[in-house]
């Protein structure tokens, strides 16, 4: 939890947790908002025409890509901050770290 306080004070790092904080909350949002007329199409038992395959089916590949999404953007709001000398040479050849 230090490390996020660290990140949030040192300005080299700030611009990377607001925007690690937008991704999450977008990412929170778009899950939350699949998941409302994913769990109808279960609830309902509804099924494609042609080939009569529960329309559940199709919403599985999303919730499990957007749950994933969830879990980077969560991990990459807690990873730890690396250390550099101070010169900032190091965020500017490796912002991901």
Request: no cysteine.
């Amino acid at each position: 939890m230090t490390d996020v306080v660290l990140r949030a004070i040192n300005p080299e790092w700030r611009i990377f947790g607001i925007v690690e904080l937008v991704q999450l909350g977008f990412d929170a949002l778009l899950l939350w908002q699949s998941l409302i007329p994913g769990l109808d199409s279960l609830r309902y038992e509804d099924e494609t025409q042609d080939l009569a395959l529960p329309i559940f089916l199709y919403w599985l590949p999303i919730f499990i890509g957007l749950t994933g999404t969830l879990i980077g953007a969560i991990w990459s709001v807690f990873r730890p901050t690396p250390q550099h000398d101070g010169d900032g040479s190091d965020i500017l050849e490796n912002p991901g770290i």
